[in-house]
C-alpha cells in the first residue's frame, strides 16, 4: 500500500506542476491500455514514471499469486485508472484556466483524492478474509467508503487550497463554492467542516450497522480516514510533513514510558 500511495502522488504532482498538457493525454492513454509496450507513446521522463507504476503493481501480482489471489488485482488497477482520469480532468481545468461548478468538481475531486483507491487497495493483504464479494462492495463505493472520502477531500481543500492557487492549480473545493455561491473563504469552511461532521455519523452508521463482511474490512475505510483527519486536522501535513515530524517520532523512535 505504501508504495501505491507513494506512485499515486508522483503522478499527482505530474498532472498538477510538471507534465505538458498534450503529454499527460498520452500518459492517460498508457494507462488506460496497462502493458509495458504503451510506454514507446511517451516521453522519456514519463517513461520511467510508467514503469515504476508497472513495475509496482507487478510486484503485488507475484505476491498475491502465491496466495492464489491475483484476479482481485484487476479492482484496485481499475481504480487507478479511474484516478489518474480524474488526475487529468482537473489538469484540462487549469490549463483552460477554468474553475468548474461545485457539482461539476465534487465527484471529481472525491475520486481525485485517491481514497476510494486506496480503500480498495487496502483489501489486498488481508488474505482469506477479503473475498471476490468484498472486493465487489469496496469496489462500488459503498456509503462507508464514501464517507471516508468525502471527509478526506473536504479537510484537504480546506488546508490546501492557498497552497494549490500559488502553484495555479484553482481546482479545489473552495474556489468553486466560492466562485459559484459568492461566499467568502470563512464561509465555506463553515459549509465544508458541516459536511465533515456528518460523514462522521455516516460512518459510524455503517460501522455500526450488521453486515456480511467482518469488522476487519469495515475498519479499512474508517481508519484511512482517521488518518487523513490527522494529516489535514492542522494543516496540509501530508505535503508539508515536517509538521508531524515528532509525533511520528513519537510513535516510532521514543520508548514509551511506563
Given at each position: 500500500m505504501t508504495k501505491t500511495i507513494?506512485?499515486?502522488?508522483?503522478?499527482?504532482?505530474?498532472?498538477d506542476a510538471y507534465g505538458f498538457f498534450e503529454e499527460l493525454k498520452l500518459f492517460v492513454e498508457a494507462v488506460q491500455r496497462w502493458d509495458i509496450g504503451a510506454m514507446d507513446i511517451l516521453p522519456e521522463y514519463m517513461k520511467v514514471l510508467y514503469k515504476a507504476l508497472l513495475d509496482t503493481y507487478n510486484e503485488v501480482e507475484q505476491d498475491l499469486a502465491k496466495e492464489g489471489r491475483s484476479s482481485y488485482l484487476r479492482y484496485d488497477k481499475e481504480k487507478m485508472q479511474e484516478l489518474v482520469q480524474m488526475y487529468f480532468v482537473q489538469a484540462k481545468w487549469s490549463s483552460e484556466g477554468y474553475v468548474p461548478t461545485w457539482e461539476e468538481y465534487y465527484p471529481v475531486g472525491l475520486v481525485s483524492g485517491g481514497y476510494f483507491m486506496l480503500a480498495t487497495n487496502s483489501f489486498l493483504g488481508m488474505c482469506e478474509v477479503a473475498n471476490k464479494e468484498a472486493f465487489e462492495w469496496i469496489s462500488k463505493n459503498p456509503k462507508i467508503s464514501r464517507a471516508s472520502s468525502?471527509?478526506?477531500?473536504?479537510?484537504?481543500?480546506?488546508v490546501s487550497h492557498q497552497f494549490e492557487q500559488k502553484r495555479g492549480h484553482v481546482t479545489t473545493g473552495v474556489e468553486c463554492y466560492c466562485k459559484q455561491h459568492g461566499v467568502s473563504e470563512e464561509e465555506?469552511?463553515?459549509?465544508?467542516?458541516?459536511?465533515?461532521?456528518?460523514?462522521?455519523?455516516?460512518?459510524?452508521?455503517?460501522?455500526?450497522?450488521?453486515?456480511?463482511?467482518?469488522?476487519?474490512?469495515?475498519?479499512r475505510p474508517f481508519n484511512i480516514a482517521r488518518v487523513?483527519?490527522?494529516?489535514?486536522?492542522?494543516?496540509?501535513?501530508?505535503?508539508?510533513?515536517?509538521?508531524?515530524?515528532?509525533?511520528?517520532?513519537?510513535?516510532?523512535?521514543?520508548?514509551?514510558?511506563?
Open positions: 507513494y506512485m499515486a502522488s508522483i503522478i499527482d504532482d505530474t498532472f468525502v471527509i478526506s477531500r473536504l479537510m484537504n481543500d480546506i465555506v469552511v463553515k459549509v465544508f467542516t458541516e459536511e465533515v461532521e456528518n460523514a462522521w455519523k455516516d460512518m459510524n452508521e455503517e460501522f455500526l450497522r450488521p453486515t456480511a463482511f467482518p469488522v476487519a474490512l469495515i475498519e487523513l483527519e490527522f494529516l489535514y486536522k492542522k494543516g496540509d501535513c501530508y505535503t508539508h510533513s515536517h509538521a508531524i515530524k515528532d509525533q511520528i517520532a513519537a510513535v516510532l523512535r521514543d520508548p514509551v514510558t511506563i
